[in-house]
C-alpha cells in the first residue's frame, strides 16, 4: 500500500512554532520515524503554497491520503474542490484540536469531503490516519 501525508503551510515549522500546541518534535523527524517503522510506502510532502498543495493531490498516485492543509483547512474552497474531485479517499488529519481553538478554526471546509477526521492527538494522529488505511483497504 502506498499513502501520502500531505501537509500545508507552516507545518514545516512544527517543533519551532508554538510548542505548547505542536510540541518539540519537528514534524520531519517524526513522519521520518513514522516511514522507517511502517511496512507501506509513505510518500511526504509538504508545501506552503495552495496551488503545489492540489497540483500534488491531482498528480499523486496512492491508495490513501493523509492531508494536513493547516490553515486552509478553513478558507480554501480549491482544496475542497480539488479533494471532491479526486479518485483517492482522504482522511484529514490536525495536530491540535481545533474545535478546542480559536473560533474560526472550527469550520472545516475540507471535513465534508474526507472519508474522516482526526484532530487533538498531536503527532500520532498521522498514525492513527495510517491504521485507518490499513483496515479499510486491505
Known amino acids: 500500500m502506498k499513502i501520502a501525508i500531505v501537509n500545508g503551510p507552516n507545518l514545516n515549522l512544527v517543533g519551532k512554532r508554538e510548542t505548547n500546541v505542536y510540541g518539540v518534535v519537528s514534524l520531519d523527524e517524526y513522519l521520518s520515524e513514522l516511514s522507517s517503522q511502517s511496512v507501506h510506502e509513505i510518500v511526504v510532502y509538504q508545501s506552503n503554497v495552495e496551488g503545489e498543495l492540489i497540483d500534488f493531490l491531482q498528480q499523486t498516485r496512492v491508495d490513501g491520503i493523509i492531508l494536513n492543509a493547516g490553515g486552509y483547512t478553513h478558507t480554501s474552497v480549491a482544496l475542497h474542490d480539488c479533494v471532491a474531485a479526486i479518485d483517492i479517499p482522504v482522511v484529514e488529519v490536525h495536530i491540535s484540536n481545533i474545535a478546542a ?23 500520532p494522529g498521522y498514525e492513527l490516519a495510517i491504521n485507518y488505511f490499513e483496515k479499510s483497504l486491505k
Open 101 to 123: 481553538r480559536e473560533s474560526f478554526r472550527h469550520e472545516s471546509l475540507l471535513s465534508p469531503v474526507c472519508v474522516g477526521c482526526i484532530f487533538g492527538f498531536g503527532l
